[in-house]
């Protein structure tokens, strides 16, 4: 599943398709910002536990993607 805020940079046929042979559908209802603030919310929270990881362990920034690795996958 995939919650967006329906912004245009997911209207492009090649995104469409590739959500199509990923077979990822799209749960967010246009023009309703209350579904909206479910995937903010989202996203916030995974990357203040990205900012905690990096903080908690004194890793260094570059270290960013694997941290988020991490968050995704826990």
Request: some cysteine.
């Amino acid at each position: 599943m995939l919650r967006t805020d329906n912004g245009t940079k997911y209207e492009s046929n090649e995104f469409q398709n590739y959500c199509i042979e990923a077979r990822i559908k799209e749960t967010t209802t246009p023009y309703t910002s209350e579904e909206n603030c479910v995937a903010e919310r989202k996203n916030r929270s995974i990357v203040e536990t990205i900012h905690a990881t990096l903080h908690d362990q004194g890793l260094q920034k570059f270290l960013w993607d694997e941290a988020a690795n991490t968050t995704m996958y826990v």
